[in-house]
């Protein structure tokens, strides 16, 4: 399954200072049929997370000092592209989705930037 997002780092600890990010960005994808995208919509949901939580209490596995969280309010599933920038300490990312204009022929729109420092 291609998909795309930005998350980032829940770190727990004392003095923790450290920013770390995880973009994953699959350019081209396929669609999922029917079922199958809803249960993906459903992977990500935070019903899922609760009860991916308490199974793993179930199961005896520790919480971890680190979690994940998106930067957004969800994946994205559309074709598109990450343009990572780096200047010097400062850095962001920006995804853009392949588009069609009036002509029909192709370009790219920007949909998220985030500056990551």
Not at 35 to 61: N, T
């Amino acid at each position: 399954m291609h998909h795309g997002y930005l998350a980032e780092a829940s770190l727990q600890g004392d003095g923790v200072e450290s920013r770390i990010y995880q973009a994953v960005c699959s350019p081209l994808r396929n669609a999922l049929p029917g079922k199958k995208s809803r249960l993906q919509d459903v992977a990500w949901s935070k019903p899922a997370e609760i009860a991916g939580r308490l199974l793993s209490r179930l199961a005896g596995i520790e919480r971890r000092e680190m979690g994940w969280h998106l930067t957004h309010g969800e994946p994205w599933f559309s074709n598109h592209v990450a343009t990572l920038e780096l200047d010097g300490r400062h850095a962001s990312i920006t995804f853009e989705e392949a588009v069609a204009d009036a002509s029909g022929e192709p370009g790219l729109r920007e949909f998220f930037e985030y500056r990551l420092a």
